[in-house]
Each structure stands twice: as C-alpha cells, then as structure tokens.
C-alpha cells in the first residue's frame, strides 16, 4: 500500500521476495523553513501491518498539514515512488498528484490520484482504478478491469476478462480485447475493434467507429447523442439490425430481410439472423458495411 501527498507511484516485479522502495520528494519553496518544517512534519515511512507493507508520506494531522502547506508560499513539488514487489503483489496506491503505473503484477491492482495519467500493464488480476484529470492506458491486462478519468482519454489494447472504461471528457479506444466490453464517454469519440464480447458504448458527444469481430461475440449496443455511426461487420456475420437517427440517413451495404426501412431507421436481419446490433444517433448518419469489402477496397 502506497500513501502519499504527491509524486508518481511505479509499481513492478523485483528480482526476488523483498519490497524495495526507492522514494524521492522535492519542494521548491520560497519560504527555506516553512519547506524544512513539512519535511519534518510529514517523514517517507515504510512499515509492515500485518501482512501488509506500507509505505506512507501523508499529513496525519490534515489541519496542521494544511496551514504547513500555505504557508510554504509559491511552491512546486515533485516525488517519486518507484516499489519493487514479488511478482505475485496484491497493491493499493493513493496519491493526492501524480502518474500512477504499474506492470508485470499477478494480483489486485487498487489505484486513486487527484491528478495524473495511470498506466497498466500485464496485470494478471482485477483492477479498480480513478483519476480525477488524466489519461490512461491498459495494456495486454487481464481479469475485471475498472477504469475511469474525470477528464481524459482511455485507450485499452489487447487483454481478456471484462472492461468497463468511463471518462466524462475524452476519447475511448479498445482494440483486440477478449470480454465484454462497457464504454461511455459524456464528450469524445469511441474507437472500438475487434472484441470478442458483449459491446455497449455510449458518447454524450462524438463519432463511433466499430470493427465487429469474427464471428461476432455478442450483442452490440452504440449510441451517440450527436455524431456519425459507422460499422463494418465480416461479410457473414448473422446480425439482427435496428439502426436509428434523429437526424440523417441509415445505409447498409448488407442484404437484409427488412422488418421496416425509411431514409432514417432500419430494422431486419443479415444472414439470417442472430447476435443483436443495435445503434442510434441523435444527430449524424448511420453506415454498417462489410470489413472484407472495406479491407480489399484499402
């Protein structure tokens, strides 16, 4: 468990069963005491609990931390948390401002920052991770992915299990991943190929661009409250389509044994039948083409 006010936390795989922790803090200050004071006030400790290491550098009394920080006039500060675990590491890494990353862990992975962009990869086990301002990435994890950024990107590649992604502001990229899959954005685009899963992604405000799988893995559920939809499913994906727009048209390059067609809604079924594609646009077009077809014309 890492505990601090601020500074970058890196968490990875050791050479053997110990916990090393390398810890770097610096102020700029143009008050010299009132600098000394907090470092005096607020030590790097590193402890065992139990079972558990911590490693702690937080202000335990919050009034007195408070007044210490304000009083340190024009600041910057920078930290570093760089931890070494045994690659089997269950983690819990909290720190007021600052990146959070970690790789190569078998185990749960728990993040929180107030501010900065989070890192993933090769986690083998459930990941419930929060920033309140930055990006963040997962890459090849596996388990029961939770992330979520109060404004910024997400951007997850490869990996298995299931992955919910929220940001209230950026853009959301899942590619090759191997689960269901939840997305939703309150304003950006949503870039989403290839997965072997249940699919449900919303946008408040933003174009979505789907690759179905082959086959297609589950149902698929897109809509936008304004922007474009387009899809491109494999030319013998057994689909039952309901495609509508508020505002625009609604083409399909695939045969479809229509149950009710005009300029702006389609409803039926593609080769029969089968996995449920559903997709709505408050405002924008609607286009579901082949892949194989797409491909060959590129």
């Not at 505990?3 to 110990?18: A, E, Q, R």
């Amino acid at each position: 468990m890492v505990d601090v006010d601020f500074g970058s936390i890196t968490v990875s795989p050791g050479d053997n069963d110990k916990v090393v922790v390398d810890a770097q803090r610096k102020i700029e200050s143009s008050s010299k005491e009132k600098k000394e004071e907090y470092f005096k006030a607020v030590r790097v400790t590193v402890t065992t609990e139990g079972d558990t290491v911590v490693v702690r550098a937080r202000r335990k009394n919050k009034s007195l931390g408070s007044q210490l920080w304000n009083l340190l006039g024009r600041t910057s500060t920078e930290g570093r948390y760089a931890v070494r675990v045994p690659a089997t590491f269950n983690t819990d890494l909290q720190t007021a401002g600052g990146d959070v990353s970690a790789n190569g862990l078998t185990g749960t992975v728990k993040v929180g920052t107030s501010g900065g962009d989070l890192n993933f990869e090769r986690i083998h086990g459930p990941i419930d991770a929060e920033t309140s301002g930055g990006d963040i990435t997962v890459t090849a994890c596996e388990g029961t992915l939770d992330v979520e950024t109060s404004g910024g990107r997400i951007e997850a590649t490869g990996g298995s299990g299931s992955l919910r992604a929220q940001t209230s502001g950026g853009s959301v990229t899942v590619a090759n991943f191997a689960g269901d899959t939840k997305v939703e954005s309150s304003g950006g685009r949503l870039r989403l190929a290839n997965i072997s899963g249940k699919l449900s992604g919303e946008t408040s405000g933003g174009a979505i661009d789907a690759i179905l799988s082959s086959p297609v893995a589950g149902d698929v559920r897109l809509e936008t409250s304004a922007g474009a939809i387009r899809v491109l499913a494999p030319t013998n994906a057994a689909l039952t389509l309901d495609a509508e727009t508020s505002a625009g048209d609604v083409t399909s390059d695939f045969p479809t044994a229509r149950t009710q067609a005009s300029r702006d809604s389609l409803k039926g079924t593609i080769n029969g039948g089968g996995k449920t594609l559903v997709l709505r646009t408050g405002a924008g077009s609607i286009g579901i083409a082949s892949a194989d077809k797409e491909t060959a014309q590129q």
